[in-house]
């Protein structure tokens, strides 16, 4: 039985993280979802490819504090409802102080483990580029992170959490999170979920451990486009949160009709223009590099993980 097929091109999809990339930078676009492909391997691939992946499992400090806060949350929320039990601040605290602690001394002093298994060591972007952390940024990080989970033990959907814990369905777990539209697979990477049986409702959430964006909204309406379709159910039945962990601020989100009928249109026109950077259809085989514009905006270089490859470093 083959687990894993190796193929020369990636499968084609969608995720609203694509559609924001190739709107970014074309170029960043070609090396994260098409030059990295196979770069993962050890044998049978050419090392630019397994240099452009390396890249791309370059962390920064905001990506990777996000992510541990994200994960040190779901198991917060897992342990909860499997013992009736809540984590403490300094449980996670801690926890989560401990990945950084290894992310950095992966870094610093498992490079040549990194170089051979990328997705197996952590890279920190900042100390790849520039050697260090500057000692205002492990500050700022350092005091944020008791900010975060201060303010998810304090939030409103925990609380509702603690206090219902019998009336909920808790959603599938995030791997399982993706649809078909118009035959082509859509990946939606969401927080959390749950069915509220005593309101008759499905609750979407949302952490964010940084400031809020013009995004939020389009991301959220996909997530809602999601629950919508899964379950079967009416917009009326589904409430959307954003949890602004770094200030405690909870945001309400009502999706009409036309907000489904505007992401459908976003995802219509994001293929569409991902469809360009296609020599061949079917196989999903890439045009030349050349082919990916770089972007004119100078600003989005900064923190790119592939800024060594376009001579930006």
């Not at 601040?89 to 950095?104: D, I, K």
């Not at 100390?127 to 989970?149: A, M």
């Not at 601020?249 to 249109?265: G, P, S, V, W």
Request: charged share 25%.
């Amino acid at each position: 039985m083959v687990l894993f097929e190796i193929t020369p091109y990636p499968t084609f999809s969608w995720s609203l993280s694509r559609h924001k990339t190739l709107t970014s930078c074309a170029r960043k676009y070609g090396y994260e979802y098409y030059f990295s492909h196979n770069g993962w391997l050890s044998y049978n691939v050419e090392p630019y490819h397994q240099q452009v992946y390396r890249l791309k499992k370059l962390q920064s400090m905001p990506i990777l504090f996000g992510q541990i806060v994200h994960r040190y949350i779901e198991q917060a929320i897992n342990d909860y409802l499997q013992t009736g039990k809540a984590s403490t601040l300094e449980e996670l605290m801690q926890g989560a102080r401990g990945q950084l602690n290894a992310a950095f001394i992966d870094s610093t002093r498992h490079v040549e483990f990194w170089r051979q298994k990328p997705n197996k060591y952590y890279m920190m972007q900042e100390i790849y580029y520039y050697g260090t952390l500057s000692s205002e940024l492990v500050q700022d990080y350092k005091e944020r992170l008791q900010l975060v989970f201060d303010h998810f033990l304090m939030s409103e959907t925990f609380q509702q959490i603690t206090a219902q814990k019998g009336a909920l369905r808790i959603g599938e777990p995030e791997q399982f999170r993706s649809m078909k539209i118009d035959g082509i697979q859509v990946f939606v990477v969401m927080d959390f979920h749950y069915y509220d049986e005593r309101a008759d409702k499905w609750i979407i959430v949302d952490w964010k451990t940084g400031g809020e964006s013009d995004d939020d909204r389009q991301q959220l309406a996909l997530y809602a486009y999601y629950v919508q379709q899964k379950y079967r159910v009416s917009l009326e039945q589904i409430e959307v949160y954003n949890e602004y962990l770094l200030t405690g601020k909870r945001k309400k989100y009502r999706f009409t009709a036309y907000d489904m009928d505007n992401i459908l249109h976003t995802f219509q026109r994001s293929v569409l223009a991902m469809k360009k950077y296609q020599a061949d259809i079917f196989s999903n085989e890439p045009v030349d590099l050349e082919d990916f514009e770089q972007t004119q905006e100078k600003w989005h270089c900064r923190g790119c993980n592939f800024r060594e490859l376009c001579g930006t470093r």
